[in-house]
Nanobody, 125 residues
Framework: QVQLVESGGGLVQAGGSLRLSCAASGGTFTNYRIAWFRQAPGKEREFVAAIRWSGGNTIYADSVKGRFTISGDNAKNTVYLQMNSLKPEDTAVYYC??????????????????WGQGTQVTVSS
């Protein structure tokens, strides 16, 4: 069974940094896209970033371009989201997700088969 587990969330001051981790187990992810989504209270779950597990094909939401970096470590079956220059509006529960890379609609939650439980990121002003 495929499982995704997020970690690394916490409370930081505006302008600070966090690195989130998504540890994957129970499958081979060569043909998968791994993505980060986030959901703030009262708002829809929104796409943040994605990476093709086999390499390349990174993409970011406009709101995080230049501040966030997604990367992967195949040996550890882990995908990271490095978040710099954090803003209060980045406050949300962050989820990682996995789905076939060839499925269109990377920005859409329905393109992903597996989800973690989420990790809270709170940015204070």
């Amino acid at each position: 069974q495929v499982q995704l587990v997020e970690s690394g969330g916490g409370l930081v001051q505006a302008g600070g940094s966090l690195r989130l981790s998504c540890a994957a187990s129970g499958g081979t992810f060569t043909n998968y896209r791994i993505a980060w989504f986030r959901q703030a209270p009262g708002k829809e779950r929104e796409f943040v970033a994605a990476i093709r597990w086999s390499g390349g094909n990174t993409i970011y939401a406009d709101s995080v371009k230049g501040r966030f970096t997604i990367s992967g470590d195949n040996a550890k079956n882990t995908v990271y989201l490095q978040m710099n220059s954090l803003k209060p509006e980045d406050t949300a529960v962050y989820y990682c997700a996995a789905g076939p890379y060839y499925l269109s609609g990377y920005y859409y939650t329905g393109a992903y088969d597996y989800w973690g439980q989420g990790t809270q990121v709170t940015v204070s002003s």
